[in-house]
């Protein structure tokens, strides 16, 4: 029990000392980790390996440029004009490229 | 050509007999800015707030003071009314009402839900009605009447009026069947604001992409009755036209003036969908809406000016009858529809006083007309990437079309590239507003261009009828989609312009701190100054913004309200993807497990200062 409980304060403080270097704000972190543990399972394996990917996730890219693919993500639900806009040119591309592969990269570090 | 309609006149609620004319007491209403008591703020669609409680010495440190959640996904267009001490909210499909007694936290006073049983009750299953609906399921939000009614014009065309205490039906009459596949009437949709006029409520229709014929119908607010119905397109007495008295640049439009302009019968299903936001005078007892794309987007199909589509429409609301007519975007080859707001101001237009009217037409140009006349005024682009037409002609009024952007020049099947704007135009159904203080109009746009390729299509009723394919990229020279500009409609002048990464798709308002918000599709709430652009507030709220800003006051204190919500929850979506690439975007079993936590969908978000 011990040892857990140091295993879990280490990966915290580590956690905080990545989370220092990057503009990401703790509620889009949360988000994510909520959202990431809804859909994979809500145990604390995965929140320790949502929370790590969304902190790899936040290494490799500004919060601007996540919350605009957050955006682009968004809007490929609809099938209308606005959204067929943002699908696969320009800005939404690179957006996009650069999300999923961070993605890639944090499931590399974390699952 | 009959129309198949059906009223069904439930629990017959009394309205209760008022001394003041409906009219005078609901624009009385509109002046006092404690309230927000119509979509656009007033008639005159300024969406101005003569609020100055929060201004731009202060707005910097403005806080969220409550947030409601819809509990509806996908787009949330239009925003809250206040009446009094009640706030009215609306959703996407299904299209929730709910009331909310701001003197007690926000409860819930009451909820509507016009879908009962899986049906919209026109008899349409709400699948059936989601599979016609363009654009994210929106709606554009209710309006009030003073005799207690709110009216939603829901996704079926269903126009209900509600007991504004109760929640109530008092009546509901469904204007145009969904989905039915009538000719002429197939797989129409409401979307738009219902739009109170004195003791009437009126009504447009969306579905141009499915080869409706669409019209405006004016009803009885007190029993649903129909009064009027006037066709975008079609023969005189369809459209509610004189062809002696109702101009068009002037000059009376003549006899058959639509007809002679369709091949054949084609006109049947002509489209001209009416959807955005309108403008209502009392002085000139005038309405104003416009018309949108004619049907196919594939032009080649059709030869002809397609009257009155892509026209601004200025009419008589107690009969209908159209006083003049102008169409900004002869023979559509873009699908540049008319619909975007119509904004009444008084005001100097190259040194002569004007009762004008403005308008930022989603073909890039913005038009200042004389509202009593119809005279055209100004005609200047909002954009400077706009290339499909050179400029308007001021004498004819006709747009001066560049071949090498004419998709009809170019063919069927032909790709014709880099035309500006895009299908979506300079700008969409967002409304601008109109500064008061500075003259200015605060325009939120788009800066997209298109290829886009007209191909041939058979029309089967209740199905798209699209007939071209497009794709869309930022205009040329940046990668920036969108910017919010300030307006000079005399000079016909962008005054400044702040660049942003997407097209600004909520309605702006000014108010009288000298600042005006609007919002982004990232979902920035943002405060600039009118005067200059400069951003002064920017706060991020849950999802997308396609929503209108609104002001009230409450026990003297002002607040600023602002729906967000576009598509599904993005979150969900960023991080189901980690583990399983398919369980993405629309995971049933992730929103199932979700909803248990919390209240997904729409929210309301409402700011004070601290």
Redesign the interface.
Known sequence: MRIFLIFLLSTISLTGMKTSSSDF?TLARS??????M???A?NRDFMAK?SC?IDEIAKRMTYKEY?????I??????A???????K????SK?RMDK?YSA?AA??LEC? | MSILKKSIVASAALALPFAVSANSKLEKMMKDPNQWVQQSGDYAGHRYSELDQINKSNVGSLKVAWTFSTGVL??HEGGPLVIGDTMYVHTAIPNIVYALDLNDNQRIIWKYNPVKGGKYPGGETMDRVISVM???NVNRGVNYHPNGTIVLHAADTSVIALDAKTGKEKWITTNLHAGTGKYGVSASTGSGQPFIIKDTVGVGCSGAEFGVRCNWTSYDIKSGKRLWRAYSMGPDKDMLVDPNKTTSMLKPIGKDSSLKTWPGDSWKIGGGSIWGFYGYDSKLNTLYYGTGNPSTWNPVVRPGDNKWSMTINARNPDNGMAKWLYQMTPYDEW?YDGVNEMILVDMKVKGKNRQALVHFDRNGFAYTMDRASGELLVAEKYDPAVNWATHVDMKTGRPQVVDRYSTAHQGEDVNTTNICP???GTK?QQPAAYDRMSGLFMVPT?H?CMDYEPFKVDYVAGNAYVGAT?????APGG???GNFIGWDADKGKIVWSNPE???V?SGAMATAGGITFYG????YAKAVESKTGKELFSF?TP??IIGNFMSYTHKGKQYVGILSG??????????????DPT?G???V??YS??SS?TALGGVLTVFALP
């Open positions: 704000p988000e994510f980790v909520f959202a990431c809804s859909s994979n809500s949502c990917a919350a605009q693919a957050e955006a993500a968004r809007l490929q639900y609809g209308s004009p606005r959204e067929e806009a943002y696969s040119v320009g800005l690179e999300l993605q944090s499931e699952f | 996908r787009g363009c654009c994210d699908d895009a299908a979506l969409d788009n997209v497009l794709s869309m990229y930022p990668t920036h989609l990464p997407f097209s798709w982004t599709l990232e979902g991020k999802s997308g576009v598509g599904g929850w993005a979150g969900i979506g960023l991080a189901a993807g980690l583990t369980a975007l629309g995971a079993g992730a497990a979700l936590h």
